[in-house]
């Protein structure tokens, strides 16, 4: 099994619906990530969580909220999704006192498209 | 603040030959630095990271990227390329205050290597 998921893998959605995506992990890390990807952009932090009680905005957060229900499970929701928000976004975990690197873990990703 | 400019968005190879992917970074402290690589459908997986100690880091197939602190720059390089290194390609910095954690991506080089 993978360890980092992400749920749903892709996802069809109008404007002005309210959407989650769900990522889930199994590798034990406190760290945990969303991000965007743009054609041409490389990957933008949404959000970024160093534990439970402890979340952060990244670079372009508006328009987005996240929950960290556990350690192993950290949720983006759009709460009124449009158009410009169409993109590949992905979940990653880190734990550099554990692990002693600064590497990210990703999972697979959610293509989401809002119509 | 940190920044990554890669500097090719896409790079064309014929089979066996050598490729060079350029990447370079702006930051006022030091830095860790990172190659990821994203095949089609994937999410990203580490290719390699340079974090202290020599400047030349090596990947187990056949990638190597050298850190070069004068000219801020951590090329990816490889002597012959095979069409299965086809994939995107994504450099990242973690700048100073290590306890944040948080990657900077370049924008990404799309590497097509044709038969």
């Known amino acids: 099994d993978a360890d980092v998921t992400q749920t749903p893998r892709n996802r069809i959605t109008k404007t002005g619906k309210r959407i989650m995506l769900e990522c889930s992990q199994t590798k034990g890390h406190d760290r945990m990530y969303w991000y965007r990807q743009d054609p041409g952009l490389g990957l933008r932090l949404i959000y970024y969580s160093f534990d439970v009680k402890d979340i952060n905005k990244g670079e372009i957060s508006d328009g987005y909220s996240v929950s960290r229900q556990a350690q192993a499970k950290f949720s983006l929701s759009l709460e009124s999704a449009i158009p410009n928000q169409t993109a590949l976004y992905f979940c990653?975990?880190?734990?550099?006192?554990?692990?002693?690197?600064?590497?990210?873990?990703f999972g697979p990703g959610t293509r989401l498209t809002v119509t | 603040a940190q920044s990554v400019t890669q500097l090719d968005s896409q790079v064309p190879v014929f089979e066996e030959a050598p490729v060079e992917l350029r990447c370079n970074y702006s930051s006022s402290v030091s830095v860790y630095l990172f190659w990821y690589v994203q095949y089609p459908n994937q999410g990203l997986q580490l290719l390699l990271k340079?974090?202290?100690?020599?400047?030349l880091v090596e990947s187990i197939n056949g990638f190597e990227a050298e850190f070069n602190k004068s000219q801020t720059s951590f090329h990816l390089r490889k002597p012959s390329v095979h069409i299965s290194d086809t994939a995107e390609y994504f450099c990242a910095v973690l700048a100073g205050g290590t306890s944040y954690g948080k990657l900077t991506f370049g924008q990404g080089t799309i590497l097509t290597v044709h038969p």
């Open positions: 340079y974090l202290s100690g020599s400047t």
């Open positions: 990653a975990t880190s734990d550099p006192a554990a692990s002693g690197s600064y590497e990210q873990y």
